[in-house]
Nanobody, 125 residues
Framework: QVQLVESGGGLVQAGGSLRLSCAAS????????MGWFRQAPGQEREFVAA????????WYEDSVKGRFTISRDNAKNTVYLQMNSLKPEDTAVYYC??????????????????WGKGTLVTVSS
């Protein structure tokens, strides 16, 4: 089992930045692709970004490309999401997720093996 704990959410003005962190614990020696999803009120949970076990491959949802950057530090068992140029439409609960296997292939909501409890990001206009 792997436990995921997110942090770094909060309230920020449009155009501002936040960095989310996701700390993994448990059986972290196995290779896991990791990433982020988000869920706005009344909407389905959607994919945001993913990163391979090595960190060499990343994948982003189109609306966040060029604004968000995902990275990971395997020595710290932590994945990060740097969010710049935030927009009100980025407001959501952001969830960290992990999927067994080293690659980002198939990193979809239904394929995740582990989830964090989420952290709220609110972007004011």
């Amino acid at each position: 089992q792997v436990q995921l704990v997110e942090s770094g959410g909060g309230l920020v003005q449009a155009g501002g930045s936040l960095r989310l962190s996701c700390a993994a614990s448990g059986r972290t020696s196995s290779p896991y692709a990791m990433g982020w999803f988000r869920q706005a009120p009344g909407q389905e949970r959607e994919f945001v970004a993913a990163i391979s076990w090595s960190g060499g491959s990343t994948w982003y949802e189109d609306s966040v490309k060029g604004r968000f950057t995902i990275s990971r530090d395997n020595a710290k068992n932590t994945v990060y999401l740097q969010m710049n140029s935030l927009k009100p439409e980025d407001t959501a609960v952001y969830y960290c997720a992990a999927r067994r296997g080293p690659t980002v292939a198939g990193f979809t909501r239904v394929a995740m093996d582990f989830w964090g409890k989420g952290t709220l990001v609110t972007v004011s206009s």
